[in-house]
């Protein structure tokens, strides 16, 4: 049963746009911390933002705050990660993960070791 479902990714040149998408099961969108995360060749899974999609509540990481926003559609239990202004340092495969909800609660993003749902992830390349 597939839970987690990201798309949209895609190759851009720096400067340009990307929004990314992740259709959830509704039972994980009501009741767990989601979060946007990325993974860099040779480097470790860092988060990008996390959002309470009941409450609203967003954090985001300081490397994308101002460019990258994070929205929701509770109809359709998907989250959006519009990507503005991107850098050649976002390039990565950025995947869809969830968590228990008490890590929504704090102004911080949760790690990827507490993640218990992931989306099969897409690719984001941006070329300089």
């Known amino acids: 049963q597939v839970q987690l479902v990201e798309s949209g990714g895609g190759s851009v040149q720096a400067g340009g746009s990307l929004r990314l998408s992740c259709v959830a099961s509704e039972s994980i969108y009501k009741n767990y911390c989601m979060g946007w995360f990325r993974q860099a060749p040779g480097k470790e899974r860092e988060g990008v933002v996390k959002?309470?999609?009941?409450?609203?509540?967003?954090y985001y990481a300081d490397s994308v705050k101002g460019r990258f926003t994070i929205s929701r559609d509770n109809a359709k239990n998907t989250l959006y990660l519009q990507m503005n202004s991107l850098e050649s340092e976002d390039t990565a495969m950025y995947y869809c993960?969830?968590?228990?909800?008490?890590?929504?609660?704090?102004?911080?993003?949760?790690?990827?070791?507490?993640?218990?749902?992931w989306g099969q992830g897409t690719q984001v390349t941006v070329s300089s």
């Open positions: 959002i309470w999609p009941g409450v609203g509540s967003t």
């Open positions: 993960a969830a968590a228990s909800r008490t890590y929504c609660l704090g102004a911080a993003l949760f790690p990827a070791r507490v993640a218990i749902f």
